[in-house]
């Protein structure tokens, strides 16, 4: 499915960016991992911080031509009601989920274009189809993130660059696990099954798809 390309994957070392970095290695892709820090060091990996536009666009020079990005960083906070969010928390969930994802596109769209080739998926959020209480800031940011996608795919799908986003609802991780002890763990998207969705969006099975929010929820 991802035969010969090259993909990268930000946030490569969280619970998800793991299962994504080796469903796309299982189909056949050569992965680029992106993240702030990793327990081992290979050559396909890179220390990276997101936030950084100047560091973001020169790890991606290093790679060269890049066919796919998987942006799976991002972060999620409950928070207080809207008007008691601090301008630090509005910040921290802009920064985690919109700046990273901002910075990737501007560092591979150029070489994208110009190949006229490539994909990008994008993690958008189920919850943030409609607003959610103590949830503002990370609503806002991954509503951002959805609506910039539209517009991206919008703006790129004539350049052969198709532009998507998953929008999964709770994933089984092992932190949501800690945190939500007594939840019903089998409703929860399976990281394995989002990993999937999001490999086919980044294979050219999928190259009439613009702009699509795919919700994956598993039972939940």
Not at 9 to 25: E, F, H, K, P, S
Not at 157 to 172: C, E, F, K, T, Y
């Amino acid at each position: 499915m991802l035969q010969g390309k090259t993909i990268i994957v930000t946030g490569a070392n969280g619970a998800l960016g793991r299962q994504v970095v080796q469903c796309a290695i299982g189909h056949g892709a050569r992965v680029v991992e992106f993240d702030l820090h990793f327990e081992h060091d290979a050559d396909n990996r890179y220390v990276v911080d997101l936030t950084s536009a100047e560091i973001v666009s020169g790890c991606v020079n290093a790679v060269g031509a890049v066919d796919g990005v998987f942006n799976i960083a991002g972060g999620f906070a409950m928070g207080p009601a809207v008007h008691e969010t601090s301008e630090d928390d509005w910040a921290a969930m802009h920064q985690m989920n919109v700046v990273t994802m901002r910075n990737m596109v501007a560092a591979v769209v150029p070489g994208m274009m110009a190949r006229g080739r490539g994909s990008i998926v994008n993690i958008g959020a189920n919850s943030a189809r409609e607003g959610q209480a103590s949830m503002g800031a990370y609503v806002a940011a991954k509503s951002t993130v959805m609506r910039l996608t539209e517009g991206m795919a919008k703006e790129l799908r004539g350049h052969g660059i198709n532009v998507n986003a998953v929008l999964p609802s709770i994933i089984d991780t092992p932190t949501n696990r800690a945190d939500m002890p007594d939840a019903n763990h089998s409703k929860w998207v399976s990281p394995a099954d989002l990993a999937e969705v999001i490999c086919f969006l980044g294979s050219d099975a999928a190259r009439a798809v613009h702009g699509a929010l795919v919700p994956v929820v598993g039972l939940s």
